[in-house]
């Protein structure tokens, strides 16, 4: 700081020296100008200039000496004062080293004697930890050894399982492994979304029709989920695990299976959504199944009040819980349909099943012209000329009415006229046996005979002469089923049925034998359905079988929810409530579950050329306002409409086999499929009409399955090389 101080002052004096100097030798420049100036200015004015400038030059040496003499002066004060703030520093630097040394001492004893202390309290607290986790350790020690014993054929198992990632593979060569979540769960999703795809625009009233061709090449053009399930030919497993559940729908109720389906794609699509978020598919099966559970008593709250123990012979009942069944196949067809259905069940029950009814198609004239006939029809005319038969006694013969004999012809060489006699008594013998046997029959009371077998010529010549009439049907169905209409028992034995009136007509130039049963209980009833092309009868007779199928379930529960989509709306309102309450994981899939119940009235919609988001908007505001029963109106005459009932069993079964199938797809980790492709179709659809190859296209195909195993030998031996 002192010598700082000290050049600052020195450097004050000499830039006040310079300024001295410059003023001085300005002064003494000015009488020395040129002549013509000097020559303008008097003498007195040169001599004061010149005593001004002595002055001034004087005056700045007296300033020069006094900046030296005060520049010495701070220089003299600058080091005193180093010299004493040096002293300073040090004295204060040994007090803190002394201080410091002082407080280190303290704090290392103070440290010492807590280390000492903390090291007892730690070893006595490890003595009683040790002691009690010995007796904890042994338990977990016996807990292990069982868990382990359990586990070990576990173990056994998964190695089996992944020796074909560890390069021993027990598969053969071309085979697929599919595993992760990207090949495996992601990929099987899809494929199941590709069905649900296929099958959703059949859904509802409007639904369309699906060309259908099976292994036999007959093309069924339907909107019968239930056909396109028995008739899809689904070669990804995971789709049939979707088939399997909308085939136990069928079995268990009868309809639902497109619904059955179409959910559990949807389901399936939110899935994967809810995966690339990051979750977890054991998390989502959780909460799916949560949703289930939440789902079926939401879907029991909203059931309609007294529907429990409706009166199924009532057709007003019936008819509320049939139309929507058959008007999803034909829409604009329900109503006489639905009343043939009707008028039959009500034939048949409640003694006999509903599977006792039948269903005959016959060509020509229009579906108004249907009716139902109590007994059975059969699509065959009289063999004999014996047309009609009142208050028949029937005889059934599953093996025919003839003399037994081989199946092969024979030809019978006659050369004498002896011989010619024996084979004429021979003859009469047969004929004698015949009538014997037709005496019997007609002594018996019989009128009518059935044959499952063609009846001889000889036979029928006698039936003739006793007045009886001859029916031959060479389905064992109808055969059964006739027996089921009349009583009778194709038994060996003579069992004889009975039957009002049997009778031949002709309905659209088809020939057939009608047999009324009425006078006593009858067991059979028969819906002869008409129409103009055997499409229509095809499609008619399906929604008919479908139209039975929900009397015979609204017998075993006729509870009633509301239709064309309410039920689902309503349910997923309450499941989103439910959702926006919970706090875990599960959360996302409650709502995700909700959503996916939203594809029934979308579909329905999408369908019937609606706009969806007008319609869901519609149906959200009408059941949030508290009007439940508001469904998706197809007509497009009004946004909503309340007067459309489902049965609740088929909407239960439906939502817990669809959530339980996608469950069990969503636990797939690992996929192998078989080398090569679908096994080949051994039908008359397939290329060879279900003939083996030619004997050259055998070869052919064995020696290039030979140079293709050559040829992958080849390279892998190059590989290693």
């Given amino acids: ?85 040096a002293v300073q520093a040090k004295d204060y630097t040994v007090d803190s080293a002394i201080s410091a040394k002082d407080t280190t001492l303290n704090t290392a004893t103070q440290a010492k004697d807590y280390t000492v202390d903390q090291a007892t309290r730690g070893k006595d607290y490890a003595v009683d930890s040790a002691a009690s986790a010995g007796q904890t350790t042994t338990d977990y020690a016996v807990a292990a050894k069982d868990k382990t014993a359990s586990t070990l054929q576990q173990l056994v198992d998964n190695t089996r399982r992944l020796d074909f990632l560890l390069g021993d593979s027990t598969l053969k060569e071309g085979h697929d492994l599919l595993s992760g ?117 939401a879907l029991e709250a909203i059931i309609e009040p007294n529907t429990n123990d409706a009166d199924m012979k009532n057709e007003e009942e019936a008819m509320k819980r049939l139309i929507p069944v058959v008007a999803s196949k034909q829409y604009g067809l329900e109503e006489p349909l639905c009343r043939l259905i009707i008028e039959a069940c009500i034939r048949v029950s409640p003694k006999n099943p509903v599977n006792n009814v039948r269903v005959t198609k016959l060509l020509g004239g229009g579906v108004f012209d249907s009716s139902v006939v109590p007994g059975e029809v059969l699509k ?22 003839d003399l037994a004999a081989t199946k092969t012809k024979g030809t019978v060489l006659i050369k004498s006229a002896e011989q010619l006699e024996s084979y004429k008594k021979r003859r009469r013998l047969e004929e004698a046996k015949i009538e014997s046997l037709m005496k019997e029959v007609a002594t018996s009371g019989a009128t009518v005979i059935v044959s499952g077998d063609p009846v001889g010529e000889m036979a029928l010549r006698f039936c003739e002469r006793k007045k009886i009439m001859v029916l031959k049907s060479a389905s064992k169905f109808e055969l059964g ?58 499609d008619c007779k399906r929604a008919v079988h479908d139209g039975l199928n929900a009397y015979d379930t609204a017998c075993r529960d006729s509870r009633l929810v509301p239709g064309a989509g309410a039920a689902e709306i309503e349910v997923a309102r309450r499941l989103q409530d439910l959702g926006s309450k919970e706090t875990g994981l599960n959360q996302y899939a409650i709502l995700k579950f909700a959503e996916s119940l939203e594809i029934v009235p979308r579909i329905l919609a999408e369908n019937a050329g609606l706009n969806t988001l007008d319609v869901l908007s519609a149906l959200h505001a009408a059941h949030a ?80 399955f030979i140079a293709s195993k050559i040829t992958d030998r080849l390279s892998n031996l190059c590989a290693n090389v």
């Fill in 1 to 85: 700081m002192s010598s700082q101080k000290y050049n600052q002052g020195y450097d004050a004096t000499a830039q006040k020296t310079e300024q001295a100097k410059d003023a001085a030798g300005s002064a003494y420049d000015r009488p020395h100008r040129p002549q013509e100036r000097r020559r303008r200015r008097p003498s007195s004015t040169v001599g004061a200039i010149q005593n001004k400038a002595s002055q001034t030059l004087g005056a700045a040496k007296n300033t020069a000496g006094d900046a030296s003499q005060t520049a010495s002066d701070k220089a003299v004060q600058g080091k005193d004062y180093a010299v004493d703030s």
């Fill in 181 to 297: 979540l990207d090949e495996g769960v992601l990929k099987i999703i899809d494929a199941c979304k590709q069905l649900s795809n296929i099958t959703r625009t059949s859904f509802g009233p409007n639904g369309m029709n699906m060309m259908v061709i099976h292994h036999l090449e007959k093309l069924l053009a339907t909107s019968d989920s239930e056909t396109m399930v028995n008739e899809l030919e689904a070669q990804h497993h995971a789709a049939n695990l979707v088939v399997r559940a909308a085939r136990a729908q069928c079995e268990n109720v009868g309809d639902g299976a497109n619904l059955v389906v179409s959910f559990a794609g949807e389901l399936l699509q939110n899935a994967e959504k809810l995966m690339r978020m990051g979750l977890h598919p054991s998390e989502i099966i959780a909460g799916y199944s949560k949703a289930l559970v939440a789902g079926l008593e």
């Fill in 380 to 401: 065959a005319d009289a063999v004999g000329s014996i047309k009609k038969a009142a208050k028949a006694k029937i005889a059934v013969f599953r093996a025919g009415v």
């Fill in 481 to 538: 089923s006739f027996c089921g209409a009349t009583g009778a028992s194709s038994v060996v034995k003579l069992h004889l049925g009975f039957a009002d009136s049997i009778s031949v007509e002709e309905i659209g130039g088809t020939r057939i034998t009608v047999i009324k049963k009425e006078s006593r209980g009858n067991m059979i009833a028969t819906i002869v359905i008409r129409g103009s092309t055997y499409s229509v009868l095809d």
């Fill in 625 to 704: 306002s508290g009007n439940i029963h508001a469904g998706v109106d197809i007509e497009g005459t009004q946004s909503t409409k309340d007067d459309i009932w489902d049965l609740y069993i088929t909407k239960f079964w439906a939502l817990k086999l669809a959530t339980h199938a996608v469950c069990k797809v969503l636990r797939v980790r690992v996929a192998a499929k078989q080398a090569g492709g679908p096994k080949p179709r051994t039908g008359p659809g397939s290329q060879w009409g279900g003939r083996r190859l030619p004997v050259g296209r055998r070869v052919m195909l064995f020696f290039a």
